[in-house]
């Protein structure tokens, strides 16, 4: 089993940062975050390799947005800075379980997904 559950979000202003959390139960091979704005389609944000820590990031977010986990303490973490009145939308954190080389920044590489905490960059 995997449970997942974020928290962090808020309302910020432009230029300012947030840092996300998500506590894990369970076994993960792989971890990401994602976003989805309303009538969008949910993307891959950031992503790290839950044994090697190796991340990678969607462009949008590369120089803003660091990835990272603490393994003894079983939790997930997204620091967001400069944030921008784009970033507004729904975050999520994911898990996945299955072997992969491929950078995990798509959606089929996850099985497992927290409820969702919303952040709102206001300009």
């Known amino acids: 089993q995997v449970q997942l559950v974020e928290s962090g979000g808020g309302s910020v202003q432009a230029g300012g940062s947030l840092r996300l959390s998500c506590a894990v139960s369970g076994y993960t091979y792989s971890m990401g975050w994602f976003r989805q704005a309303p009538g969008k389609e949910r993307e891959g944000i950031a992503a790290i390799f839950t044994g090697s820590g190796a991340s990678y990031y969607h462009d949008s977010v590369k120089d803003r947005f660091t990835i990272s986990r603490d393994n003894a303490k079983n939790t997930l973490y997204l620091q967001m800075n400069s944030l921008k009145p784009e970033d507004t939308a729904e975050y999520y954190c994911?898990?996945?379980?299955?072997?992969?080389?491929?950078?995990?920044?798509?959606?089929?590489?996850?099985?497992?997904w927290g409820q969702g905490t919303q952040v709102t960059v206001s300009s």
């Open positions: 994911a898990a996945g379980r299955l072997f992969t080389t491929v950078p995990p920044l798509e959606k089929r590489f996850y099985n497992y």
